[in-house]
């Protein structure tokens, strides 16, 4: 199995980090103190083609493969999380329950404007008592021939704030648990669907993270009734990979960021780089971002060979989560005081990658589905 990029992917992940390096670094550090949702580098990124990387052309996606995909979201995240966040939640999370559940007529509704970037998508599954485990959900539809009703709220509602299509699960069937749950497409236009709260996050601050209300609310339904589930796990295993090139880029840019600092900062006398205790952290990091991305584009690979790829897609999200997380203290700690202030990136790349291990299902999670697949 070949894991090195081909001409084209290679060509991409130029083009993406020149954009990340002149279009987004330099606004980086005021998306994340702001919490303003990046909607100008959005439309940049649309007219690239980045905002439906694997989407085919036919409904106004680019038709790469996978493993673009994955180079695209690592180095957008390596200088901004949250725009990151904002294109792999579209690219996936958003745009394939429709394009592997939906009819040809809300392909090209919905999906194609999605995929163009002319809308942003979003993905409203998590609520307040309902998080790992959805059979616990409480919001219900109701669904009468063609017609559909949803009532209830979602919390932590990536994109939220300035998406204008939501894919939204309710349960149609509270009796059957998980095998009740229905997946939806609301307008952010339909009637009795509100906007609430944004959620003030330590990380990930730029991503239009937020609430949303239903209160009577028209829907229109993704597959058959009972769907719900299957096309969150679906599309969720999809999301992993991406997740998994998230946390890679924040790791590659705390150990850029590390690199440089440990070769200007002077102490007695000399570069810190120069100290064996930096070179140990900064040594460690690298090798462990290495790891992660050699199982970050095995897991795109296979899903791109159609073979197997639900486990190695945990596996790369679990190790990866984890590998940014240690990458941002060790850049914090190369940093010494320096890092412990805003003044710095560094600290904003710890930030940011707690919440890798966190959202798209836990690193505990994780670990099931793993030993789940090996023991089958």
């Known amino acids: 199995m070949d894991l090195n990029l081909s001409p084209d992917q290679q060509m991409l992940q130029d083009m993406v980090r020149k954009f990340a390096t002149f279009e987004l670094e330099p606004v980086a550090a005021e998306i994340d103190k702001t919490q303003q949702f990046p909607t100008e580098t959005i439309k940049k990124l649309a007219k690239l083609g980045l905002m439906g990387i694997t989407i085919p052309p036919e409904y106004g996606g680019a038709g790469f493969d996978t493993v673009s995909y994955a180079v695209a979201v690592e180095e957008l995240s390596r200088v901004s999380a949250s725009t990151g966040l904002v294109v792999l939640v579209n690219n996936s999370l958003a745009t394939y329950p429709i394009y592997l559940y939906g009819d ?41 021939g063609d017609s559909c ?76 009734e009972g769907d719900g589930a299957k096309v969150a796990g679906d599309v969720m295993d999809i999301c992993r990979i991406g997740i998994a090139a ?102 904003r790349y710890m930030r940011d990658a707690k919440v890798t291990e966190i959202y798209e299902q836990p690193s505990e999670i994780q670990k099931l589905i793993i030993a789940q697949k090996l023991l089958e």
Do not use: H, W
């Not at 194609?112 to 485990?133: H, N, V, Y």
């Not at 749950?181 to 669907?193: A, Q, T």
């Open 104 to 144: 040809e007529t809300q392909k090209q509704k919905y999906l194609t404007p999605l995929a163009k970037g002319d809308k942003i998508g979003s993905f409203a599954l998590t609520e307040i008592k309902s998080g790992s485990d959805i059979s616990d959900m409480e919001t219900s539809a109701v669904i009468d």
């Open 149 to 224: 009703i949803i009532n209830g709220k979602k919390c932590f509602v990536t994109n939220g704030v300035a998406a204008e299509i939501f894919i939204v699960f309710a349960s149609t069937d509270k009796t059957k648990g998980k095998d009740g749950l229905s997946c939806f497409i609301v307008e952010r236009e339909n009637e009795g669907f509100s906007v609430g709260r944004n959620e003030d996050l330590i990380g990930m601050r730029g991503a239009g993270t937020c609430e949303l209300d239903f209160k009577d609310c028209k829907a229109d339904l993704i597959g058959k």
């Open 246 to 347: 998230q946390a890679v880029g924040i790791g590659q840019g705390a150990l850029e960021d590390s690199i440089k600092y440990s070769k200007e900062r002077q102490q007695f006398g000399r570069p810190i780089c120069k100290f064996q205790m930096v070179q140990e952290l900064l040594a460690e990091t690298a090798t462990r971002i290495s790891a992660a991305r050699l199982l970050l584009y095995d897991a795109a690979l296979k899903r791109d060979l159609k073979k197997p790829y639900v486990k190695e897609a945990a596996m790369a999200k679990l190790y990866a989560s984890e590998t940014a997380m240690l990458a941002g203290k060790n850049a914090v700690q190369i940093y010494g005081g320096y890092g412990y202030t805003k003044d710095y990136p560094v600290e």
